[in-house]
């Protein structure tokens, strides 16, 4: 079992910057690819990025792709997402999620969930 923890959300002004993080508890963080997704008030959660077990293989959103940059540490069992040049519509809560490959988070097939953290963009 593994649990997720996400942390870094916060109000910022557009063509800010911030850094999500997200902690997994247990030994098999590395076992998983790992997914951020996001739900803004009334819409659905959408798939925003995805990275590998190792970091080798990474996937965006087209409406991130250039922002934002997904990472990993296996050592410190944390996967980022380093948020650029925020634009009032990213404004969501933001969801860390496991899944068993980058395949599968992208489509939302995933294996556990974060309980999410609200970013809010002011513009």
């Known amino acids: 079992q593994v649990q997720l923890v996400e942390a870094g959300g916060g109000l910022v002004q557009a063509g800010g910057s911030l850094r999500l993080s997200c902690a997994a508890s247990?030994?098999?963080?590395?076992?998983?690819?790992m997914g951020w997704f996001r739900q803004a008030p009334g819409k659905e959660r959408d798939f925003v990025a995805a990275?590998?077990?190792?970091?080798?293989?990474?996937y965006y959103a087209d409406s991130v792709k250039g922002r934002f940059i997904i990472s990993r540490d296996n050592a410190k069992n944390t996967v980022y997402l380093q948020m650029n040049s925020l634009k009032s519509e990213d404004t969501a809560v933001y969801y860390c999620?496991?899944?068993?490959?980058?395949?599968?988070?992208?489509?939302?097939?995933?294996?556990?969930w974060g309980q999410g953290t609200q970013v809010t963009v002011s513009s």
């Open positions: 990275i590998s077990q190792g970091g080798g293989i990474i």
């Open positions: 999620a496991a899944g068993s490959n980058t395949a599968a988070v992208r489509t939302s097939r995933v294996d556990h």
């Open positions: 247990g030994r098999t963080f590395s076992a998983y690819a």
